[in-house]
């Protein structure tokens, strides 16, 4: 179950000052369900760009702690230059209030936030279904290879669990020092690249941008990988910055999602005067219903010119969501990369979604070398409604119920075979009650039943809470 806390749109002026401060308006506070939960960080914003060199760097906060990345945005002059998105993933965070804010430092020059474009914040909470496979963060000296290898403790090996889509998440920062220069990043499952490949270049001291990445995965089996986040260099030799943390995270959702669109592409495309469609970057999903939230991710990079700039946002039924962020190539060497992610509210049925771009400065066109994606993820809420049935009630089969508000049925209710009940609300009946084989009710809320409850074989009962009528001589049976 999903659900999005925060919301924030805004235009409101903002100077970034010389060390870490919140932004104006991109605080907010919420109340988290419980430990169990995963938060989802998103931020999106561009920068003004005018005729100096501008370089500011961005992080979220936790109750004033920094978490995730710390990743910079840079403006090389005017109408040249790339914003920025950032994401981050927490978990364990206690039931009750807690505070999240995105901040700003300047690295060079005095960079203002782009008031002509709108920045946005979104606080993204799954209650169940969802935890942190890979969680890793690290500041180890690291010099980007020839050809594409590991990142310096971004790798590791973990088991998702069978069906799971696994979200990737990654950022760093690469060292701004004398000397242009450029580093690719990709991911990686045992060994072999999965997803987009993102550029990201050095200008001078002080004067460079991150990376960030977002990916979608699924049918991966329920066995032992190795994920990892890897990178190269096409231009100099670039480092990573040392004294900023970089981080990779897989986050595991186990039910209550839908991967709808699911594109990579390496078409040649050239931006027009007003906004389109960026080739292969659009799709028509069927999205459940207006209480899910589809998660919308985009990752592509410019091809490197002289002095080329996109301005580029999300489309959602022919209309604006969200941010618009620049992405900039400094000349035949050297092109940026740009995430877009926007968790989208109140749509269902068929509905167009694009990411799309226009000109800011000369002929931007897509990098036709690296591979750019676009996805979107229905994650759904625990609101379908009940079911109920009088006398009898039978659900067979490879039934998918996950997320139904509630089951009752009197006087009987027999759950059967493989029915896929994650995340439902409640399931009562009177007098008997019966779950056989593998029915699966992982994050169960609560089970009621008089006089009798019988559950056998391998029916999967994880998390559920609370159970009347369960006696000890149950348990045994169906504790994993």
């Known amino acids: 179950m999903a659900n999005l806390l925060t919301d924030l749109i805004l235009t409101t002026a903002y100077t970034v000052t010389g060390s870490f401060a919140d932004i104006a308006d991109m605080s907010d506070t919420v109340t988290i369900a419980g430990t169990g939960s995963v938060v989802i960080l998103m931020m999106s914003l561009n920068p003004e760009m005018p005729s100096n060199d501008e370089c500011a760097e961005y992080r979220f906060t936790h109750d004033g702690a920094r978490v995730g990345p710390e990743v910079s945005s840079f403006a090389d002059s005017t109408d040249e230059g790339t914003g920025r998105t950032l994401m981050f993933a927490l978990t364990g965070l206690s039931a009750g209030s807690h505070t999240f804010a995105v901040q700003a430092a300047n690295r060079s020059g005095t960079a203002v936030i782009d008031t002509a474009f709108p920045r946005t914040f979104q606080v993204l909470e799954i209650e169940s279904g969802a935890s942190i496979l890979v969680d890793l963060?690290?500041?180890?000296?690291?010099?980007?290879?020839?050809?594409?290898?590991?990142?310096?403790?971004?790798?590791?090996?973990?088991?998702?669990?069978?069906?799971?889509?696994?979200?990737?998440?990654?950022?760093?920062?690469?060292?701004?020092?004398?000397?242009?220069?450029?580093?690719?990043?990709?991911?990686?499952?045992?060994?072999?690249?999965?997803?987009?490949?993102?550029?990201?270049?050095?200008?001078?001291?002080?004067?460079?941008?991150?990376?960030?990445?977002?990916?979608?995965?699924?049918?991966?089996?329920?066995?032992?990988?190795?994920?990892?986040?890897?990178?190269?260099?096409?231009?100099?030799?670039?480092?990573?910055?040392?004294?900023?943390?970089?981080?990779?995270?897989?986050?595991?959702?186990?039910?209550?999602?839908?991967?709808?669109?699911d594109l990579e592409s390496v078409s040649a495309d050239s931006a027009a005067a007003g906004y389109t469609d960026i080739a292969d970057m659009s799709g028509t999903p069927v999205i459940d219903s207006t209480d899910s939230i589809a998660l919308v991710l985009a990752n592509y990079s410019i091809q490197p010119a002289a002095d080329d700039t996109s301005d580029n946002r999300f489309s959602i039924g022919g209309v604006q969501e969200g941010a618009e962020v620049s992405v900039w190539a400094d000349d035949g060497d050297r092109g940026e990369s740009l995430l877009m992610a926007r968790g989208v509210t109140g749509e269902s049925g068929s509905t167009a979604m694009s990411l799309q771009w226009k000109i800011r400065k000369a002929s931007p066109s897509t990098d036709t070398d690296r591979e750019r994606t676009f996805q979107v993820i229905d994650l759904k809420l625990a609101v379908d409604g009940a079911i109920s049935a009088s006398p009898d009630l039978a659900i067979t089969a490879a039934a998918d119920l996950q997320g139904v508000g509630g089951i009752s049925a009197g006087p009987a209710l027999a759950i059967t075979a493989a029915a896929d009940l994650q995340g439902i609300g409640g399931i009562s009946a009177g007098p008997a009650l019966a779950f056989t084989a593998t029915a699966a009710l992982a994050n169960l809320q609560e089970i009621s039943a008089s006089p009798a409850m019988a559950f056998t074989l391998t029916a999967a009962l994880r998390n559920a809470t609370p159970v009347s009528t369960l006696t000890s001589r149950h348990i045994e049976k169906f504790i994993n």
């Open 137 to 261: 963060e690290s500041q180890a000296a690291n010099t980007a290879p020839v050809a594409f290898a590991n990142m310096v403790n971004l790798s590791v090996s973990a088991t998702p669990a069978a069906g799971a889509l696994l979200l990737f998440i990654h950022g760093s920062q690469v060292l701004g020092e004398t000397g242009q220069k450029v580093a690719q990043h990709r991911f990686a499952i045992d060994g072999a690249r999965d997803g987009p490949e993102m550029t990201n270049i050095m200008d001078n001291v002080d004067e460079t941008t991150g990376v960030m990445m977002a990916w979608g995965v699924t049918g991966v089996s329920a066995a032992s990988h190795t994920f990892s986040v890897q990178w190269e260099r096409s231009l100099d030799i670039p480092q990573i910055d040392t004294a900023r943390p970089h981080i990779f995270q897989v986050v595991e959702i186990t039910s209550d999602f839908d991967l709808l669109v």
